[in-house]
């Protein structure tokens, strides 16, 4: 069974902080490099942090030294620190393996959280 439930999202001004987090189906999480995507509407989604099973990490440029990615094997799950936001952080976020999981022949994803940053 695909489990990708994400939270934590929420409105929070410039500057602040959220902590997403991810739970994740076990025999995907174990074996697995994950990630944090985001979408702006009408866009496609863009990977912005990334996690090995060894736990070596990569950032997209717009947010290395603000989100750090970490995984707890112990909880099946991956998440964000998302520090000193901005308003361009907006988006819904997603969890994901890398590559993107695939069923029936589709792309899985899960319903995302919500993360809006304005003041």
């Known amino acids: 069974q695909v489990q990708l439930v994400e939270s934590g999202g929420h409105l929070v001004p410039p500057g602040g902080s959220l902590r997403l987090s991810c739970v994740v189906s076990e025999n995907i999480f174990r074996y697995n490099t994950m990630g944090w995507y985001r979408q702006v509407s009408g866009k496609a989604r863009d990977l912005v942090a990334q996690i090995t099973i060894g736990s070596i990490m990569k950032y997209a440029d717009a947010v290395r030294g603000r989100f750090t990615i970490s995984r707890d094997r112990a909880k099946n799950s991956v998440f964000l620190q998302m520090n000193s936001l901005k308003t361009e952080d907006t988006g819904v976020y997603y969890c994901?393996?890398?590559?993107?999981?695939?069923?029936?022949?589709?792309?899985?994803w899960g319903h995302g959280t919500q993360v809006t940053v304005s003041s």
């Open positions: 994901n393996t890398i590559p993107v999981l695939i069923t029936n022949s589709r792309e899985y």
